[in-house]
Every structure is written in structure tokens, then in C-alpha cells.
């Protein structure tokens, strides 16, 4: 059971990266996913999750409207499409999963397995 978190890069203010979370040995599609943010020394913040049951998804206040995550189960992937990025975007972003079969952002997950952090830098 893992997840490869990928899609982080260097850009300018203003500009656009879709973040990528695929798993394997398990089906993203049944577990509610996260998306975290790390800077160095400082504690990890939560930016967005989708439930597994409805599809719903929630953001952070800081990235609601600019970001968006969505699914893919063909592909056994979640997205985080990030628009208008700006400097105070810059971070480690990290995916995460509930193994829980049937696992709701709203009901308080249980993000047990973790990928490893994709580096997202943002030029002023």
C-alpha cells in the first residue's frame, strides 16, 4: 500500500501545477484522500480532501477557489490542480489516505498511509 506524490516544480506568481497522488495496493476510489502542506520546521497543514463515499471535497480557506482535487479511478490517482499560485504557496506538498473502506473527509479521517512529498516553489 503506497502512494507516489509527483507534479510539484518551480513556477512564477500567477501560474498553474496539477499535483498528482497514485496509489497502489489499494483503490483510491473507496478512501478519502488529503492534501497536506509542509514548510520546514513548521507543523504540517491540511489544503484539501475528497470523500470516497460522495465525491465531496473541501479546501482550506487559503486555496478555496485557486485549487481543486479531483479523482481519477482508471488511473488510481488523485489530482490537486493549483491556480494562481502564489510565494506564500511554496511548500512540501504531501498526499494522503485513509485506509478505511468508505472513508469521509466530513466524518474526521483517518490518514494512515502518506506519500513522500512533492516540492511546490512559487517565484514572486
Known amino acids: 500500500v503506497q502512494l507516489q506524490a509527483s507534479g510539484g516544480g518551480l513556477v512564477q506568481a500567477g501560474d498553474s501545477l496539477r499535483l498528482s497522488c497514485a496509489g497502489s495496493?489499494?483503490?483510491?476510489?473507496?478512501?478519502?484522500i488529503g492534501w497536506f502542506r509542509q514548510a520546514p520546521g513548521k507543523e504540517r497543514l491540511w489544503v484539501s480532501c475528497i470523500s470516497s463515499t460522495d465525491g465531496s471535497t473541501y479546501y482550506a480557506g487559503s486555496v478555496k477557489g485557486r485549487f481543486t482535487i479531483s479523482r481519477d479511478g482508471a488511473k488510481n490517482t488523485v489530482y490537486l490542480q493549483m491556480n494562481s499560485l502564489q510565494p506564500e504557496d511554496t511548500d512540501v506538498y504531501y498526499c494522503?489516505?485513509?485506509?478505511?473502506?468508505?472513508?469521509?473527509?466530513?466524518?474526521?479521517?483517518?490518514?494512515?498511509?502518506w506519500g513522500q512529498g512533492t516540492l511546490v516553489t512559487v517565484s514572486s
Open positions: 495496493g489499494f483503490t483510491l476510489d473507496y478512501r478519502a
Open positions: 494522503a489516505a485513509d485506509r478505511r473502506y468508505g472513508s469521509s473527509c466530513h466524518d474526521g479521517p483517518d490518514f494512515g498511509v
